[in-house]
């Protein structure tokens, strides 16, 4: 029956990096669209084994969230030549920081991604100034980088995309972020953002003065849905 299952979900087992080695050497999951190991501690053992797995190369949905995947792990996943079908990443609560983050943003085996979660991933580490993949994250169409210490100077890095990196955002999560004054005003004049239709900014210490500098940017106009929280 593991021939036909088109999705798999194991759920806060803590099953650790054995459950990992064993999908990916499961020679029955080849049907797989969608799989589910959230809060299981995994490492970065973990990741390279399903990394590894010839078997998940039809997988369009890896959740991942609330294991204990660093940058190594990201950048095992982002390098995998079996998991360029993937749709949707969640790496929600992985201390994977900007460089694990920025390893799947500027990934070329990863470029059908439409949805990357990052929430809680120390994207606003010290380092992500330093490091000008993580504006490519701008090419997935919904990114979620809420609760990650990002402030404003760390906001206007991953706002800067290079010339040759296709910006396709349209749902962008900020909540949690202190952001302040100074971060809405990078992206109320943020030009790459003139696609987006959807914008949370929850918890983000918006002054009036700041929610009036979104509501009146020219880059902003396309927003359908915008969430300012409490």
Do not use: F, M, W
Not at 88 to 97: E, F, H, I, K, M
Not at 138 to 154: H, Q
């Amino acid at each position: 029956y593991l021939g036909r299952l088109s999705g798999l979900t194991v759920y806060a087992q803590h099953r650790r990096d054995p459950l990992a080695r064993a999908v990916g050497r499961c020679p029955h999951l080849a049907s797989l669209r969608t799989l589910d190991l959230r809060k299981n501690r995994l490492t970065d053992a973990g990741a390279d084994a399903l990394a590894a797995a010839p078997a998940l190369s039809n997988l369009e949905s890896l959740d991942l969230s609330e294991n204990e995947l660093t940058e190594s792990g990201a950048r095992a996943l982002a390098a995998s030549p079996h998991l360029a079908a993937l749709r949707r990443l969640d790496l929600r609560q992985n201390p994977v920081g900007p460089a694990g983050a920025g390893a799947v943003a500027a990934s070329a085996r990863l470029a059908g991604l439409e949805r990357l979660g990052l929430a809680g991933c120390g994207v606003g580490g010290p380092h992500v100034h330093t490091d000008p993949r993580v504006a490519g994250l701008l090419r997935v169409a919904d990114l979620d980088l809420s609760g990650n210490g990002i402030g404003a100077a760390a906001l206007k890095a991953i706002l800067s995309p290079a010339a040759d990196v296709p910006v396709r955002v349209r749902e962008l999560d900020l909540s949690r972020n202190d952001l302040g004054e100074p971060g809405a005003r990078a992206l109320a004049a943020a030009p790459a953002l003139a696609g987006l239709r959807g914008l949370k900014l929850a918890g983000c210490g918006l002054t009036d003065d700041a929610v009036r500098a979104v509501a009146c940017s020219d880059h902003l106009s396309g927003l359908t849905a915008l969430d300012l929280g409490g």
